[in-house]
């Protein structure tokens, strides 16, 4: 029989896929990531999603799949080369006037100052503009992190706060531009490997939405969370 | 891919653990981290904007502006009302320079290539194993005791404060420019007669302007100042005749157009001056007094540049060129703008030469509204003197086939590196793009390509331009919104201002201002002593202001990094600056072993020291000119050592071989052109600057196709309608284009524009790039279909022998209607 999994079990296994995506997009793969993934733990978990780190990035050594690993991120992802910026204001233009598809749009204002009102900075190392793709998933780990953090704790209406906050956060920024990037990834990518993990990164992003309209946590039995004003009911 | 919401989970479960906040992944970077300290930042809050005063670059005019920072981000451009050129106005380019920092496809992490140059692979590598790489090549060069095999080639240069004392100390004088595919003609015609290059028209005082080859009102050099005040003489009355193959815009609100014959403009500037001499409408006191020659021998040699022969030759009619002389001379102040469309020729320097004749014998130099020196600033240089170095000149030395093109020969640098004359080792571009801005793009891309030719090429651009796709090393440039530097530009004001330019938004991603690259170069390549210690470009200019005279009293960098730009508010404009006397002190030796000599036959005054211990050979020897036993300032020469009166007869060109008084030097490819046979010739629009504009979305949303333009008579013949695509063909290459037919062009010329037809440099360029978008935003983004043609590729690279200037509008060319037809 299945193990049942808590509303905190889900939370916390949530923010780990947004942790592993934003890893992978945040810059070109290094060896610790590289061996990360290929370990057996996450590389089965990875190869049930038909992403099989053997198959995706080859049984070359380190060095070779790392090298190459890197000519194809900067292609995709830095430019010159097919080049699909990751970054929300290249794909979504707000105000008429101000840019479009420009760098450093709306959205990266609204991505600092979100992530500025959880308390985060962008970190000073990070040359990247705040409106990443590697900072809107991370940012999307840690509030799930958070809303497990608050299931465990007892506190069901902080958590049910912190959920809303993920779902504003998709339909608001994260959701709005992934499908557009992904399909371009698609089009631009010669590697399997990042072609994959976008669209890993999308169409888990479009379940996790889904996810967070159902009106219950994932559950079957067990944990009962008790009545929630915010929204919560036991309906088991 | 068969999903599952458990699948997921079980990623995640695995992802949990392994990627936790505070995770077991040792080393791996986060994109956020917590904040310390109590810092609560409002979602509500609305900060006032930062408004930060630069200096603007994309063109050369260098206009004051004001940038305006919200939450770290550059959001819009103004001009600055304190910058005395600019007065606070700006054109469409300036204000979308916006567009330049947030570029979509900007270089913002050094890349280097992998695979074959020009393949189009790239890695990214940091800062440190680039600058690690280039000092090691550059210490080989060095070493190997041929450092001028290091090749530093630049486009737009304001870093000069910068790149002079580096190449200096590096010991390498192979130092490409790129004024010869521009104006340089014009310069060295400007230093063989009165000394400095560039002048200023003082066209806000002037009543009556001839436009000769040049279109003020829609581009030109310091355009902004210059264009505006067209306009305000316009308002008071000024009348104004455009000489122009085409009718552009300034053509059209001129009083008068006249499609020339392109390359005659000098001739007709002849034929003027011949008008004005036999009916005696000239500046006697100036002539006599002032230029080397008499009023008897300038009637005697323009005798021969009958208003007829000018008709003949140029298409203007006698009576009009009669008409326009006479008013020349009679509707003061006068002046004459002249520009590339006349000096992009075969004979371009020498038809500078007979504007320069026309201006001098109407008594237009350096008057109030007529043609003047340029005032410039001068910023005080807090770097050490750098040690006078024996620099050697390797692979772009012109001298040998051009001894006066004194600003090089820049279409022939790669062209000639490409057939060996010149080693090069290292090959370093800088604001330039060959492959786009040269003539014959296809040879230049060649040379680019040919790695024995060019060991190693190291490209400081923000883009991917078209030589950057050719780099083995792309250094990613800060862009000018991003760096400081000291900057002044020709005063429209005739008072000298100088203007700050300083960072509004610090560099995105990893980009580094060029500047200092250079700087932490030197310190690597261990000749940074002419540093001085200082740091950086931005501790660079903080020392020059506050050490800079007259900035310094009113607070120096405090002062101009508030207000942007200084002048001294009390000084009135000095015209006529030639004839200002000089103090008994002047014209004392200055040292010991100095000597004070009047030449008894020129009256130069000059000094002779233990460099030029016994004749008059170098500028830097010049003190004054002796006139009727008074001592003036004179014509102070710049490279080539003039008398320091107006040079209208040129000892300089005689001695070279060319002819010594302004004549008429037929362009040898018109003389044998078969009737089917047209000149091209290329223009600028209003929006658009050169090559590096057309990433700038809000322009090229204005701008983003050309198409030849073609006279409707011509067109008939060959059976063109407006809007066919017809194939334009010269000797290496031809280009297909759709047709404008238009009254607006000279029926023996083409035209087109030379802003389109990328092939690299971003998706707004070229469309190569994805357009991105979501939804309705898609189409938006990039909604042109068309991104025009680049006449560059097949025009041949053709130099004026006298000044070096690519002659751009000379090319011979036919036309015909494609097999397409109509589209």
Redesign the interface.
């Known amino acids: 029989m299945e193990r049942v999994v808590s509303p905190g079990e889900v939370a916390g296994q949530r923010g780990g896929v947004y942790g592993i995506l934003a890893q992978v997009f945040l810059k070109e793969m290094d060896r610790a990531l590289l061996r990360t993934l290929r370990a057996p733990e996450l590389a089965s978990a990875l190869a049930e999603l038909g992403l099989d780190p053997v198959d995706t990035l080859g049984q070359a050594p380190e060095a070779q799949v790392l090298e190459a690993l890197a000519v194809d991120y900067a292609g995709l992802f830095l430019g010159p080369g097919p080049h699909v910026p990751p970054y929300e204001s290249v794909f979504v233009g707000p105000d008429a006037g101000d840019g479009q598809g420009s760098l450093c749009g709306e959205p990266a204002v609204r991505m600092r100052r979100l992530a500025e009102e959880e308390g985060l900075e962008i970190s000073p190392e990070l040359t990247a503009i705040p409106d990443h793709l590697a900072v809107e998933l991370e940012y999307m780990q840690r509030l799930a992190s958070a809303e497990a953090e608050q299931w465990l704790a007892g506190d069901h209406a902080a958590a049910a706060a912190i959920r809303e906050k993920q779902r504003v956060f998709l339909d608001e920024h994260l959701g709005r531009w992934l499908p557009a990037f992904v399909s371009r990834v698609a089009e631009a990518s010669r590697s399997s490997f990042y072609r994959k993990m976008a669209e890993l990164a999308g169409e888990f992003t479009a379940e996790d939405r889904r996810l967070l309209d159902d009106r219950r946590p994932e559950r079957t039995t067990g944990s009962d969370p008790g009545p929630d004003p915010d929204g919560w009911p036991n309906q088991c | ?3 599952t ?1 458990r ?15 505070n ?1 077991s ?11 310390l300290g109590g ?1 609560d ?1 409002s ?1 509500l809050t609305r900060k006032e904007r930062q408004a930060i005063p630069s200096t603007c670059m994309q063109c050369v005019t260098a206009c004051g502006i004001i940038g305006y920072v ?4 550059l ?1 819009k451009l103004e001009g600055n009302p304190e910058a005395s050129n600019n007065r606070g106005r700006m054109c469409a380019r300036g204000q979308a320079g ?2 330049q ?9 050094p ?1 280097r290539r ?1 695979g074959q140059r020009g393949e ?5 590598i940091t800062w440190d194993e680039a600058l690690n790489e280039i000092t090691a090549k550059l210490k080989a060069v060095r070493d190997g005791g041929k450092p001028e095999e290091f090749v530093f080639h630049y486009g737009r240069n304001r870093m000069s404060w910068i790149l002079d004392p580096f190449m200096n100390a590096f010991g390498s004088a192979s130092v490409g420019n790129h004024t010869s595919i521009c104006e340089a003609s014009k310069f060295v015609a400007q230093q063989s007669m009165w000394g400095p290059y560039q002048d200023v028209n003082d066209v806000a005082n002037a009543k009556y302007i001839l436009v000769m080859g040049c279109n003020p009102l829609e581009a030109h050099t310091v355009h902004n100042a210059l264009c505006q005040r067209v306009i305000d003489a316009r308002a008071a009355g000024a009348r104004m005749v455009t000489f122009d193959v085409r009718l552009s815009n300034t053509a059209a609100r001129s009083d008068r157009w006249y499609p020339i014959k392109p390359g005659t403009d000098g001739l007709v500037a002849l034929a003027m001056a011949n008008v004005i001499i036999q009916n005696g409408l000239y500046d006697e006191e100036f002539i006599e007094t002032w230029t080397n020659v008499t009023v008897d021998e300038l009637k005697e040699h323009l005798a021969q540049f009958t208003t007829e022969m000018a008709a003949r030759e140029s298409g203007v009619p006698a009576a009009d060129i009669e008409k326009i002389a006479v008013e020349f001379a009679t509707i003061k102040p006068s002046t004459v703008i002249s520009y590339r469309g006349m000096v992009s020729h075969y004979n371009g320097m020498m038809n500078e030469r007979c504007v320069m004749l026309l201006e001098a014998i109407a008594g237009n130099i350096d008057v109030k509204g007529g043609r003047c020196l340029k005032r410039t600033g001068k910023w005080a240089n807090p770097f050490g003197s750098p040690k006078e170095a024996k620099a050697k000149i390797g692979a772009v030395d012109p001298k040998k086939d051009y001894p006066l093109a004194a600003h090089k020969v820049a279409q022939e640098v790669l062209p000639r590196i490409g057939k060996g004359e010149g080693k090069v080792q290292v090959y370093w571009t800088y604001c330039i793009n060959p492959p786009y801005v040269m003539p014959d793009g296809n040879r230049q891309m060649e040379v680019l390509k040919d790695e024995k030719a060019i060991p190693f090429h190291v490209c400081s651009d923000a883009y ?1 331009s078209e030589n ?2 050719l780099a083995d090393l ?1 250094l990613p440039d800060a862009t000018y919104l991003e760096r400081y530097d000291p900057e002044t530009s020709p005063s429209f004001t005739i008072v000298p201002f100088i203007q700050v330019r300083q960072a509004i938004t610090n560099p ?3 980009s580094r201002p060029t500047q200092d690259v250079l700087m932490e170069l030197a310190r690597r390549l261990g000749i940074g002593d002419f540093l001085n210690g200082i740091k950086d470009s931005a501790e660079y200019l903080r020392k020059a202001a506050d050490a800079t005279e007259g900035l310094k009293d009113v607070g120096g960098w405090e002062y101009i990094r508030k207000v942007g730009a200084w002048y001294d508010k009390g000084k009135k404009p000095d015209y006529k600056s030639y004839a200002k006397e000089l103090k008994p002190e002047d014209l004392k030796p200055k040292s010991k072993d100095e000597r004070i000599v009047v030449d008894g036959k020129t009256g130069t005054v000059y000094k002779l020291d233990k460099d030029h211990p016994d004749k008059y050979e170098s500028d830097k020897q010049y003190v004054g000119i002796r006139i009727g036993g008074k001592y003036y300032k004179g014509f102070k020469p710049y490279k080539f050592p003039i008398s320091g009166k107006f040079e209208i007869r040129s000892a300089l060109m005689a001695k070279y071989g060319f002819p010594e008084l302004p004549t008429y030097i037929p362009i040898p490819t018109h003389q044998s052109m078969k009737p089917d046979e047209l000149i091209l010739t290329t223009f600028k629009v209003n929006v658009h600057t050169q090559s590096r504009t057309q990433n700038c ?2 322009l090229t949303e204005i701008h983003n196709d050309n198409a030849v333009w073609i006279n409707p008579v011509t067109a008939a013949k060959r059976g063109v309608a407006d809007g066919d695509l017809v194939k334009v063909t010269s000797k290496v290459g031809s280009m297909e284009v759709r047709a404008r037919v238009t009254e607006g062009i000279h029926p023996g010329v083409v035209a087109v524009s030379f802003h389109s037809g990328h092939w ?1 440099y971003g ?1 707004y360029c070229s469309g190569k ?6 939804g309705d ?2 189409d ?3 909604w042109w279909k068309n991104f025009g043609v680049l006449p560059n590729l097949i025009i041949p690279v053709a130099t004026d022998p006298i000044g070096g200037g690519q002659a751009y509008m000379d090319t011979v060319v036919t036309v015909d209607k494609t097999q397409a037809g109509r589209g």
Do not use: C
């Open positions: 891919m068969e999903l919401r699948t997921f989970l079980k990623l995640g479960a695995a992802g949990a653990a392994t990627f936790a906040i995770g992944l040792s080393g791996a970077a986060r994109a956020m981290e917590l904040k810092k930042i979602r919200e939450d770290d981000r959001v916006v567009n920092v947030y570029d979509p496809d900007r270089i913002l992490y890349m992998v189009g692979k790239w890695k990214r991917y950057a796709a792309i995105l991603g990893e979305k809000w690299q998706r790039k994805a357009p991105a978008g979501v935003g898609e938006r983004h990039v």
